[in-house]
């Protein structure tokens, strides 16, 4: 049994397009959180998302199904992270619908390399008309011809201006560098990095009045307030929050 308190679970549907990683993405989550002893794979049918025999023979995720595994943060804190992988084809949109209706936000899926799509807008208005937080996820920029910057600029004309990365990748494409400790980020980043903070910190302070009265006053907000308040923010759809690694974000109704 799981010793964590109901407060401290975390739950989110991944949805896109087909094909756009999603069932990787929870392959990938499962192995790191240690709930699967090898990293599975929807080519070789050794996927633990896609198990069934017509997922394996069609190679496409056809039912909703939920996952779980313990997050432990950096402070110690521990989640138990509950993820439900979801079909990205049309036929299947009944099983997005269900999941959907059961979760507390959504986790937009989008490769670098295939961009928005219709599989990718649907989910998106799925997730407007239900009022859920959301988050993005660009995959696959380990791909040829994949550029990140390239999908920012579309993610934010379809969708907004309030997309600020939160964790970018250094110029060699080697490490990731994340926005809110930028300790050891390379000389070359450091105007970008304090540039993404400052508003990340800016954000966060304007979704409660104290933490902006603070801010105005010019006094610095602590990691806590920061955190908080970004929490809060995407909560509220007030900013979207993305990283470069595999671009993760959070984002808003």
């Given at each position: 049994m799981k010793d964590i308190a109901v407060a401290n679970v975390r739950n989110f549907a991944l949805m896109g397009h087909t094909g756009a990683g999603k069932t990787v993405l929870v392959d990938s989550i499962l192995f790191k959180m240690g709930v699967n002893d090898r990293f599975g794979s929807t080519a070789d049918g050794s996927s633990m998302a896609d198990w069934t025999d017509e997922e394996k023979d069609r190679k496409i995720t056809v039912w909703a199904k939920p996952f779980d595994g313990i997050y432990k943060a950096t402070s110690g804190q521990k989640y138990d992270v509950v993820m439900l992988d979801t079909p990205g084809y049309a036929d299947f949109y009944g099983q997005v619908v269900g999941a959907s209706t059961i979760t507390d936000a959504g986790l937009i899926v989008i490769d670098a390399t295939g961009g928005i799509q219709i599989g990718t807008n649907r989910a998106w208005r799925r997730c407007e008309t239900l009022g859920l937080p959301r988050g993005i996820v660009v995959t696959g920029l380990d791909k040829?011809?994949?550029?990140?910057?390239?999908?920012?600029?579309?993610?934010?004309?379809?969708?907004?201006?309030?997309?600020?990365?939160?964790?970018?990748?250094?110029?060699?494409?080697?490490?990731?560098?994340?926005?809110?400790?930028?300790?050891?980020?390379?000389?070359?980043?450091?105007?970008?990095?304090?540039?993404?903070?400052?508003?990340?910190?800016?954000?966060?302070?304007?979704?409660?009045?104290?933490?902006?009265?603070?801010?105005?006053?010019?006094?610095?907000?602590?990691?806590?307030?920061?955190?908080?308040?970004?929490?809060?923010?995407?909560?509220?759809?007030?900013?979207?929050?993305?990283?470069k690694k595999s671009l993760f974000c959070l984002g808003g109704k």
């Open positions: 040829e011809n994949a550029d990140f910057d390239a999908s920012l600029k579309a993610i934010q004309a379809l969708w907004g201006a309030r997309c600020i990365p939160v964790v970018i990748r250094s110029k060699d494409g080697k490490k990731a560098v994340d926005v809110l400790a930028p300790a050891g980020a390379p000389a070359d980043m450091a105007d970008e990095v304090e540039l993404l903070k400052n508003a990340l910190i800016e954000s966060a302070a304007e979704s409660d009045d104290k933490l902006i009265e603070k801010y105005l006053g010019g006094e610095k907000l602590s990691a806590d307030e920061i955190g908080k308040g970004l929490v809060q923010a995407v909560a509220n759809g007030k900013i979207y929050l993305r990283s």
